[in-house]
């Protein structure tokens, strides 16, 4: 277990948990929370033991309520500027090779519904409530929900939640598809880590050549995005893990994949 006053790292194994730990302030997004969360980020990049990461909040009340709001007042222009000058946490969780699998577990507002929107899969307590309020404050999203939300569920959805500033419930956003699955509260983690666990067990090349060309059809032209894709998949042909897992295959044996 790795700690800061903020932010946890807790390594079960192949997986990974970063959790945000502020449950005062709902584990609303301040600088400090930020840094640290960058930090843990780096360690699981670095750590090639790791193959998967879930990301919660700490509590049951809040994934991430938002920004720290505190941090607005008196703000300049050019102080945001600066502020948004600094390493995203948002790109760090979508450039991650290694999946990572949101835990949401209560008020996923603002920020944190835009870290949710960085995850891979998302997957909701029953309890937890999501949104994007920015316009009730007189600004709009500034992590990446104007952008990433379109192309989870779609311009008509993503306007309504950006221009209304209302919250839905965890049912409609997996109507919506902002969710992948919805779970009882008191099951919501051990399902994200099971779910963790599952891809921990496949090969990590595969899986990290797997997230970078499936992340790339949300940008790329078609015939871009089918170029990346068989690159990707010739680069695996090169890999220990597409050796052990053919040759498993064929002896009914689970892989013993390496990443290598």
């Known amino acids: 277990m790795t700690e800061s006053t903020v932010v946890t790292l807790d390594v079960r194994g192949a997986v990974a948990l970063i959790t945000i730990n502020r449950p005062d302030k709902r584990n609303a997004l301040d600088g400090q929370v930020r840094c640290a969360f960058l930090g843990a980020i780096d360690t699981v990049r670095r750590d090639e033991g790791v193959r998967a990461v879930v990301v919660t909040g700490a509590g049951d009340k809040s994934f991430v309520a938002g920004a720290d709001i505190a941090e607005f007042e008196g703000r300049s222009p ?17 450039r991650l090779p290694k999946p990572v699998i949101a835990a949401v577990n209560g008020f996923c507002l603002g920020g944190g519904m ?11 307590s029953a309890s ?17 929900a104007t952008q990433r939300l379109p192309r989870v569920i779609g311009l008509g959805g993503a306007l309504r939640l950006i221009l209304t500033g209302e919250l839905i419930s965890a049912q409609e956003a997996l109507r919506l598809r902002l969710v992948e699955e919805v779970t009882e509260p008191a099951a919501l983690l ?13 090969s990590p090349v595969a899986v990290a050549a797997a997230k970078e060309a499936t992340r790339a059809a949300l940008s790329l032209p078609l015939d871009d ?5 068989s690159a990707l998949f010739q680069l695996c042909f090169s890999s220990a893990d597409k050796a052990e897992g053919v040759r498993a295959f064929l002896e009914k044996r689970a892989a013993q994949f390496t990443g290598r």
């Open 225 to 229: 995005g089918l170029k990346l894709e």
């Open 114 to 124: 835009e870290l949710a929107l960085a995850c891979d899969i998302r997957i909701a």
């Open 190 to 202: 051990d399902r994200a880590m099971q779910l963790a666990g599952t891809v921990a067990s496949r």
């Open 128 to 144: 937890a409530k999501f949104g994007q309020p920015e316009v009730n404050l007189g600004i709009i999203p500034g992590g990446g």
């Open 78 to 94: 050019v102080d945001q500027w600066r502020a948004m000058k600094a390493p995203s946490i948002y790109d760090a969780v979508e």
